[in-house]
T-cell receptor, first 112, second 115 residues
Framework: SQKIEQNSEALNIQEGKTATLTCNYT??????LQWYRQDPGRGPVFLLL?????KEKRKERLKVTFDTTLKQSLFHITASQPADSATYLC???????????FGTGTKLQVIP | DSGVTQTPKHLITATGQRVTLRCSPR?????VYWYQQSLDQGLQFLIQ???????AKGNILERFSAQQFPDLHSELNLSSLELGDSALYFC??????????????FGPGTRLTVL
């Protein structure tokens, strides 16, 4: 069956360092992959989208890579700040009618 | 603020009851999605509507139903509630729901507690 795996353990990182979060998937051929940020008790907020034919996408301090051979996406936050502390979700869709599947998320804690 | 509104914010009810959750999409968005998020399950896609018609179905129980009205607002009906239905229910909207990569904008959620 289709599976999306994100590191369920929290990631603690020192302010100013680069945080790297991983999203692995199996039995899936996604047309695109998205990353969302979710704060406690609030709805997810869209951050970045990368398509299957793109290797890398950047937006300000954020960078996403997508390796369809490894079936993996990496999400980087450079120069991390305490305000970046949140849970980050990856989401995949095969395309078409937007049937999106979310990972369980990785909680990031940036320590001042 | 995403522009998606959900009511009520909190709902406490008893097992066996029925509740209705309401969602208004962003202005101009035609597609509405419903998700359930519980602590041990993550964000689970329930159902999607596009311009009033059901477009995609996920892990939605038969006790649950939804619809999208002509004004594009949507309601999620949960009946014969069980303790395990306690969760955060999110609504999201997008412009079309058919274009690859259409961004979903999430509402603030309704926290349902079944006692």
């Amino acid at each position: 069956s289709q599976k999306i795996e994100q590191n369920s353990e929290a990631l603690n990182i020192q302010e100013g360092k680069t945080a790297t979060l991983t999203c692995n998937y199996t039995n899936y051929s996604p047309a695109y992959l998205q990353w969302y940020r979710q704060d406690p008790g609030r709805g997810p907020v869209f951050l970045l989208l990368i398509r299957e034919n793109e290797k890398e996408k950047r937006k300000e301090r954020l960078k996403v890579t997508f390796d369809t051979t490894l079936k993996q996406s990496l999400f980087h936050i450079t120069a991390s700040q305490p305000a970046d502390s949140a849970t980050y979700l990856c989401a995949l869709a095969a395309g078409g009618y937007q049937k999106v599947t979310f990972g369980t998320g990785t909680k990031l804690q940036v320590i001042p | 603020d995403s522009g998606v509104t959900q009511t009520p914010k909190h709902l406490i009810t008893a097992t066996g009851q029925r509740v209705t959750l309401r969602c208004s999409p962003r202005s101009g968005d035609l597609s509405v999605y419903w998700y359930q998020q519980s602590l041990d399950q993550g964000l689970q896609f329930l159902i999607q509507y596009y311009n009033g018609e059901e477009r995609a179905k996920g892990n939605i129980l038969e006790r649950f139903s939804a619809q999208q009205f002509p004004d594009l607002h949507s309601e999620l009906n949960l009946s014969s509630l069980e303790l395990g239905d306690s969760a955060l229910y999110f609504c999201a909207s997008s412009v079309t729901g058919t274009h690859v990569g259409d961004t979903q904008y999430f509402g603030p959620g309704t926290r349902l507690t079944v006692l």
